[in-house]
Nanobody
Framework: EVQLVESGGGLVQPGGSLRLSCAAS????????MMWVRQAPGKGLEWVSL????????FYPDSVKGRFAIARDNAKSTLYLQMNSLKLEDTAHYYC???????????WGRGTLVTVSP
């Protein structure tokens, strides 16, 4: 069974940091691009990072560039998202996802909640 399980969410003050993890199983993790996507309360989905299969290629939207860093450990089939200088508007459910050029997102995790609040 293909699974993605996120962890590491929680409550953090503005300016703080969190690291999210996503444990993958049931597919050849090291051969796929992986993505982090978030959904803020009452808003649509927003991709926040994308990483190539080898880990050397990364992409970010302007909203998180310079604050978030995506990484992966293919030996552990685990994806990470380091989030620094968190802002109130970063509050959201964060999902990791398996992605490919032909089909886009094909597998979603269940998500982890990040709440940024004073």
């Amino acid at each position: 069974e293909v699974q993605l399980v996120e962890s590491g969410g929680g409550l953090v003050q503005p300016g703080g940091s969190l690291r999210l993890s996503c444990a993958a199983s049931g597919f050849a993790f090291s051969t796929y691009y992986m993505m982090w996507v978030r959904q803020a309360p009452g808003k649509g989905l927003e991709w926040v990072s994308l990483i190539g299969s080898g880990g050397a290629t990364t992409f970010y939207p302007d909203s998180v560039k310079g604050r978030f860093a995506i990484a992966r450990d293919n030996a552990k089939s685990t994806l990470y998202l380091q989030m620094n200088s968190l802002k109130l508007e970063d509050t959201a459910h964060y999902y990791c996802a398996k992605w490919d050029f032909a089909h886009g997102i094909t597998v979603w995790g269940r998500g982890t909640l990040v709440t940024v609040s004073p």
